[in-house]
């Protein structure tokens, strides 16, 4: 009778671990619009036009990639592409998407081929998956637990080190653009399974999304002698993640309080050669979403016939050490 208010109880949470499923969702966007380049000659006599030129220093110029994921307790299923600019120019257009069916994602690098006008865009969304159900056969034992996953990034220039761009003599570089992130996490996963003592033991598995971009320039000093260096940085985050209160799935998030406003970053070359200086430009986003899965209690002494084994196993052994 005991076994049977178990089993029970166990089909009971599982109908009321599929309710709970239907909200377990994420999703994550991050952007980088309307890129601009400004130059500002801080010589006018010396005859030297205000320039800025990207190098090609690798096999990609530029990179992005999409994927999406899941797993049904049983199935798995994925979906995965990227894109990168060989052309010497990493401005050079490109785009990526992926779909797993529980889940999708998107990446793009958009523009006319240069860093005017150009835009970062990556977005992904996912929903839980499946009900996974197996028989406990071991105290604690959970199922394969159900989830759904995605990723994306776009980065320009790919190679991020000294040597990205080459800065003229006495030029101010200024590069603007508007930046933009979200993140939501909605519901989680319950893994119903069995303790010692054939009592429900239940393992919660919180959801997460996340979103980040950012613009960086660095490079030698102003005056380009004497050592030192400078650097600029400008960015944007927000996480959100779910807990279960003991009775309801809660989120929380991280990050930036303002998820979208002006980014701007700037460098300097007040010598009178050209400069090499390392510039960047990245989304990324991610989410993961858990589904539920029950474990069916196991027939009555099964739990014993596991002990049983273990201890002729262990007289074995007793049996074969030396005296």
């Not at 029970?8 to 999703?27: E, F, G, K, P």
């Not at 797993?100 to 865009?121: E, P």
């Not at 985050?237 to 002006?262: E, K």
Request: proline share 4%.
């Amino acid at each position: 009778m005991k076994s049977l208010s178990l089993l029970i109880l166990s089909l009971a949470s599982a109908s009321a671990m599929s309710a709970a499923q239907a909200a377990s969702t994420v999703s994550a966007s991050a952007s980088i619009t309307g890129l601009t380049l400004t130059l500002v000659d801080l010589d006018p006599l010396d005859g030297i036009a205000p320039s800025v030129t990207f190098g090609s220093y690798g096999y990609y110029d530029n990179y992005g990639y999409a994927s999406a994921s899941q797993y049904d307790g049983s199935n798995y299923g994925y979906d995965g592409i990227d894109f990168g600019s060989t052309t010497t120019n990493p401005w050079t257009p490109g785009a990526a998407s992926a779909n797993s069916g529980a889940a999708s994602a998107a990446a793009s690098l958009t523009g006319n081929g240069s860093i005017d006008g150009s835009s970062l865009l990556t977005s992904g969304s996912a929903t839980a998956v499946g009900f996974a159900s197996c028989t406990a056969t071991y105290p604690y034992q959970s199922c394969g637990q159900p989830y759904a996953s995605f990723g994306a990034q776009v980065t320009t220039p790919y190679y991020y080190y000294s040597g990205t761009i080459t800065v003229s003599a006495n030029t101010l570089v200024l590069i603007e653009a508007q930046g933009a992130v979200a993140a939501s996490a909605e519901g989680g996963g319950m893994a119903q399974t069995f303790d010692y003592q054939n009592l429900p033991y239940t393992y919660y598995y919180g959801n997460s999304a996340s979103a980040s971009l950012g613009l960086s320039i660095s490079g030698p000093a102003a005056s380009g002698s004497g050592g030192g260096s400078q650097s600029s940085s400008d960015a944007l985050s927000m996480s959100s993640y779910t807990y279960w209160d003991g009775a309801h799935w809660l989120s929380y998030g991280y990050g930036s309080t303002t998820t979208s406003g002006s980014l701007g970053v700037s460098f300097v070359n007040a010598s009178d050669a050209d400069m090499l200086a390392a510039f960047n430009a990245s989304t990324y986003i991610s989410g993961y979403a858990y589904g539920d899965s029950v474990a069916a209690v196991p027939e009555p002494g099964t739990y014993a016939m596991l002990m049983a084994g273990l201890l002729s196993i262990g007289a074995v052994v007793r049996r074969r050490r030396p005296g």
